[in-house]
């Protein structure tokens, strides 16, 4: 259901619509899927006969196809045709195929089905379909390639295409001798057979069955392919690879994997179920990765590793992405939520793992620091959002389901997990997680079977607590007062909106705040806040204290300015850990986007920062003051040279500090900050970083590589692009053009965006069109647009021109066009822009991807109120600190 139209209780709680369910007259138990690939005209052949329960009187069976040509079925019991050339009716809208039969077979019976059909090996990245790649000498490979979730294995076969109708597969793939073909499961056998297409002879892969799974983690793929492998775990890990890749840069994954299983084995208390585990880098992938059970699929850049040519921050999130797809070996494969509504079962649980597993294996990294700045801020940030929608979010349609993949499903999903797993003790935490996996194993589960097994551990009413977090949208704001004893403090919870404007009837949740006080003596993660207001007293007194120690709960809180102020100095004063100084500023910067304070009070609270030492506070100051600039980006010229004069001023002491160079010696996180700093303070104008980034740019581009570090060469290409002109843009293209790393050629997409020519623009909006970026990357090149008034007017000028060509080339029923919706149109900041986006939408369906689009209409909202609000504050602010005239 559409989030801005969601019906709601009293409460405040989404009441769930109804689901569109197919009928239960029959339950699927087996399916043996036989396909075979043609790569000449991008279609397939297949056949599928599916073992089927007979719950009622049957001679009719519904099941999901989209985008599949039937040809002929029958209806078998014990091996004997009961009936066949059934009459088949197509329900378009809910992507489902009714085949009416003559006879049919009887209650309590066991039945097959026995379907073949041809689809569509389709461009969309979405069901089987095909990749290209550009081999070593020139010419194209294609390989079949799947990506099923949520509700696309419909496109692959004929099937019952919802997560609780789990059922074994047996998977045979026909194709060239010469290809790799490859499913969730090892080889059971392979023989010769002739091609349906050709008569030429060919193999056929039978793979051995699987174990009862949903359709959605099905997976295969056939094509040229390389690959490394390594026996450090129990069953055989490799990762596999097109020939245009270098097959080695896959080891850092491949070892990586072998470790994780080993230690989820331990974690979750249950042996990973298959005989093998193969990780996949496929050229055109829509999403990060996927997890099919045992053939995990990936983009390239998330998988392959060339530790010669990535900085660090592409290391870390190579080792996220494969740490929360195995997580999800467990939590989504092995035990899978019941329907779509609980995806954070499986998305939240496998973002908080790949945290926790990143952080034993690489504690250097300092994760749950990150974490801070960067998982709970994304989850804060959608879901201060009038058009946010619960963790349980009810859905009922296909393209319902894909809208939902978003940053309340993963970020506050994991952020809901790390609260709880704090108040409960990390150690009963996971006995909790152990038990509800060993109870449910290859079933389905609901949210509250999760709460009813960590109650089991803890012996806490785990929820009572929980189900507040859940089932309903937003967060509190926790308004601190103190009182004249000098003792304790008043503390008032509210729902917290970005705009500034909760009406009352939105603010009657009272959520249960774990407080984390942290005064001299510790923490004490014992305190909630579970009514509208209390008092709170402080051991010790009020000298010294703070609330959400370390940040691991899920809210703002409001301080007066002067205990901010002392908050500042008992940062200086090393009081406050590194995750309590980054979620103090970013608690501080939205408070400020919402009027609880003023714009002012963040400027001067951030210019008192400058001792600052770490990376991820530094990371979220320049976040916070972006913010700034984000919102005042349409006001007048000089206030955003004032704007980034002072953000320069706030790095550029700290980059020349650190210095541009790195060396062995240099920690993970040490690259991270140079680079940032760097990065930062050349961007905003700092005349020695851009001396020496113009240096480095002219000796890359004239042939040596060694002269820009991967860490800081999107900074470079950045300051090139926005500092020059069109022949630093013909080189950074033509970078593009010949780099065969993905990482490499992301770089160079990503900042093409920061060139202001009117005519660079326009080429950097074409290449969306222009065959040359991949359809997974096409947000890449313009997410760079926004960082411009002319970028972003530009921008949207060319969705209102090129929306029917757009549509086409992205279908709204897949999740792209949602994230280009949004690139398209979020960052305006005046009432008349967001009146034109308003009247555009106006007139056109939005169904598949009106929940970024009412997101997006939010942000613009909240920057207006902002501006309106504070735009004479900050005028003043930077007029008595010398940045304006």
């Known amino acids: 259901m559409c989030r801005s139209h969601a019906l709601t209780d009293e409460g405040g709680a989404v009441k769930a619509p109804a689901r569109e369910l197919l009928p239960t007259n029959v339950v699927p138990r087996h399916y043996h899927v036989t396909l075979e690939p043609n790569f000449s005209n991008f279609t397939f052949d297949g056949t599928v006969v599916i073992d089927l329960d007979v719950t009622e009187d049957s001679k009719t069976i519904s099941l999901h196809t989209l985008e599949i040509d039937i040809h002929s079925a029958k209806l078998l019991q014990e091996g004997a045709v009961v009936s066949s050339n059934p009459a088949i009716a197509y329900d378009a809208d809910n992507q489902v195929s009714t085949l009416t039969f003559d006879n049919g077979v009887a209650q309590g019976t066991k039945a097959q089905l026995e379907v073949s059909f041809t689809g569509i090996l389709n461009d969309k990245m979405a069901g089987f379909y095909r990749s290209t790649y550009k081999n070593p000498d020139g010419s194209t490979g294609v390989m079949a390639v799947t990506q099923m979730e949520p509700t696309d294995a419909r496109r692959a076969f004929p099937c019952f295409d919802e997560p609780s109708l789990k059922a074994e597969f047996t998977v045979t793939l026909i194709a060239d ?61 490799r990762v596999y690879a097109p020939p245009s890749q270098d097959i080695e840069t896959g080891r850092f994954s491949l070892n990586l ?61 190579v080792a996220e992405v494969v740490q929360h797809e195995l997580a999800h070996q467990w939590f989504g494969n092995l035990v899978t939520m019941d329907w779509w509504d609980g995806l954070w079962l499986n998305e939240g649980f496998a973002t908080w793992a790949s945290w926790y597993s990143c952080n034993i294996f690489y504690p250097e990294w300092k994760v749950w620091q990150t974490y801070v700045v960067d998982n709970l801020q994304r989850a804060l940030a959608l879901d201060s959002l009038r058009s946010s929608h619960p963790i349980e979010v009810p859905v009922k349609r296909a393209d319902e389901i894909n809208q939902i993949f978003d940053a309340i499903s993963y970020s506050k999903g994991s952020c809901v997990l790390r609260m709880i797993s704090t108040y409960l003790g990390e150690d009963t935490f996971l006995e909790g997680v152990r038990r509800y996996l060993k109870k449910h194993a290859y079933g389905n589960t609901r949210t509250n079977d999760l709460w009813t097994a960590l109650a089991d551990a803890s012996g806490k009413k785990v929820e009572e607590v929980m189900d507040i977090w859940t089932k309903h949208v937003g967060f509190p704001v926790v308004t601190v007062t103190e009182q004249d004893d000098g003792k304790t403090i008043h503390l008032k919870q509210n729902r917290f909106l970005r705009t500034g404007d909760t009406k009352p009837e939105e603010d009657k949740v009272i959520y249960p705040v774990f407080l984390g006080l942290r005064t001299k003596d510790g923490v004490d993660e014992s305190k909630v806040l579970d009514k509208r207001e209390d008092v709170l007293e402080i051991p010790g007194g009020t000298d010294f204290y703070k609330l959400n120690a370390n940040h691991t709960g899920l809210y703002r809180t409001a301080y007066s300015p002067e205990r901010l102020a002392k908050l500042g100095d008992a940062a200086k004063q090393g009081l406050l850990t590194v995750e309590d100084r980054a979620g103090m500023i970013a608690d501080a910067g939205a408070l400020a986007t919402s009027g609880y ?80 700093m760097f990065g930062t303070a050349g961007v905003s104008g700092d005349e020695k970083i851009r001396e020496a980034a113009r240096e480095m740019f002219e000796k890359f581009m004239a042939g040596d590589k060694a002269a820009i570090h991967p860490n800081i060469r999107g900074s470079v290409f950045s300051m090139a692009l926005k500092y020059g ?87 709204p029923a897949l999740s792209m066009l949602g994230t280009m919706v949004s690139i398209f149109t979020s960052s305006f900041t005046k009432q008349e822009q967001l009146e034109q986006v308003e009247t555009f939408f106006k007139e056109r369906s939005t169904a598949g991807f009106e929940m970024s689009l009412a997101q997006s209409l939010d942000s613009i909202r909240s920057k207006i109120a902002w501006v309106k609000r504070d735009a004479e504050d900050v005028k003043v602010w930077l007029r008595e600190n010398g940045y304006l005239n």
């Open 177 to 237: 001798k010469h290809l790799t073909c490859l499913s969730n499961m090892d080889v059971a056998y392979e023989r010769e057979v002739h091609s349906t297409q050709t008569n030429a002879p060919k193999k056929a892969v039978t793979f051995n069955k699987s174990p009862l799974m949903s359709t959605y983690l099905v997976a295969f793929v056939v094509g040229e392919l390389n690959y490394i492998e390594t026996n450090e775990f129990r069953v055989p890990v």
């Open 257 to 317: 994997a072998a470790k994780t299983l080993a230690f989820y084995e331990k974690v979750f208390g249950i042996e990973f179920p298959l005989p093998k585990m193969d990780q996949i880098a496929i050229p055109d992938f829509a999403q990060g990765a996927m997890e099919n059970w045992g053939l995990v699929t990936y983009r390239v850049v998330d998988l392959l590793l060339d530790e010669k040519v990535s900085g660090a921050a592409t290391k870390e999130r």
């Open 597 to 676: 304070q003023k714009t002012s009070g963040l400027l001067s609270l951030l210019k008192g920062f400058t001792f600052e030492t770490e990376f991820v506070v530094w990371n979220e100051i320049i976040a916070r003051v972006g913010a700034v600039q984000a919102a005042w980006i349409f006001e007048d010229a000089s206030l955003r040279d004032a704007l980034e004069a002072y953000l320069r001023d706030l790095t550029a002491p700290k980059a020349h500090e650190l210095g541009w160079e790195f060396t062995e010696a240099d920690g993970h996180v040490l690259q991270q900050f140079k680079a940032m």
């Open 725 to 811: 002109g069109v022949e630093e843009y013909d080189k950074i293209m033509e970078f593009y053009r010949t780099s065969n790393n993905s990482d490499e050629r992301n770089t160079a997409l990503r900042c093409l965006g920061r060139a202001r020519d009117p005519v660079l623009i326009q080429r950097t909006l074409d290449l969306l069109f222009s065959g040359e970026v991949k359809d997974q990357d096409v947000y890449m090149p313009v997410s760079g647009l926004r960082s411009h008034p002319e970028g972003i007017e530009a921008m949207f000028k060319f969705m209102t021109e090129n929306w029917e060509r757009l549509t086409q080339k992205l279908p």
